[in-house]
T-cell receptor, first 114, second 119 residues
Framework: DGGITQSPKYLFRKEGQNVTLSCEQNLNHDAMYWYRQDPGQGLRLIYYSQIVNDFQKGDIAEGYSVSREKKESFPLTVTSAQKNPTAFYLC?????????????FGPGTRLLVL | AQKVTQAQTEISVVEKEDVTLDCVYETRDTTYYLFWYKQPPSGELVFLIRRNSFDEQNEISGRYSWNFQKSTSSFNFTITASQVVDSAVYFCALSEGWGYGGATNKLIFGTGTLLAVQP
């Protein structure tokens, strides 16, 4: 069954703590993305990667970091520098990184601050 | 500048009614792509349709239909004979460019329309 998995479904962060959200895909897609969704708002791009070992900042990258060591994995770390991390985080992937490619999304991780 | 506007924040209909969700976009590019996604209460975004800027034909898929009009920069989505299972947030999104010269697959999303279908 091909798809995108995200874990955990819910994540709690204490003040000053770094947390890592997992995203894995078995669709053999080259490009992967991280979006943040706040209540009543659309999705905003945090980071994206068009190929292994390469990634670029999106519109709201401050306080976040990523790595792309394997084609199927694109973990997102929410650092202590992100002052308002409470949000719904969605990972996506597409066959290629060009504008005509459709992005497919995972089930999301809800991050809450204790 | 790229922008997607979904002016309808919430729509409530009774089952079997037809409903249209509006999407207006802004772009300076002549090549662009428009998308609709459905987000049910579970949270995952489900892809519904992609349309490129050179194809203005309307599309129908079962109870779903899409009306793309470049003259008004709109890409509206109609659900015919709505059902309770259609209740969700619907997002319209835009990406630009050919994919050359560094153009990337950056999706610009509207703020979404919450559709509630009452039984």
């Amino acid at each position: 069954d091909g798809g995108i998995t995200q874990s955990p479904k819910y994540l709690f962060r204490k003040e000053g703590q770094n947390v890592t959200l997992s995203c894995e895909q078995n669709l053999n897609h080259d490009a992967m993305y991280w979006y943040r969704q706040d209540p009543g708002q659309g999705l905003r791009l945090i980071y994206y990667s068009q190929i292994v070992n390469d990634f670029q900042k999106g519109d709201i990258a401050e306080g976040y970091s990523v790595s792309r060591e394997k084609k199927e994995s694109f973990p997102l770390t929410v650092t202590s520098a992100q002052k308002n991390p409470t949000a719904f985080y969605l990972c996506a992937s597409s066959m290629g990184g060009t504008p005509q490619e459709t992005q497919y999304f995972g089930p999301g991780t809800r991050l809450l601050v204790l | 500048a790229q922008k997607v506007t979904q002016a309808q924040t919430e729509i409530s209909v009774v089952e079997k009614e037809d409903v249209t969700l509006d999407c207006v976009y802004e772009t300076r590019d002549t090549t662009y792509y428009l998308f609709w996604y459905k987000q049910p209460p579970s949270g995952e975004l489900v892809f519904l349709i992609r349309r490129n800027s050179f194809d203005e034909q309307n599309e129908i898929s079962g109870r779903y239909s899409w009306n793309f009009q470049k003259s008004t920069s709109s890409f509206n989505f109609t659900i015919t004979a709505s059902q309770v299972v259609d209740s969700a947030v619907y997002f319209c999104a835009l990406s630009e460019g050919w994919g050359y010269g560094g153009a990337t697959n950056k999706l610009i999303f509207g703020t979404g329309t919450l559709l509630a279908v009452q039984p």
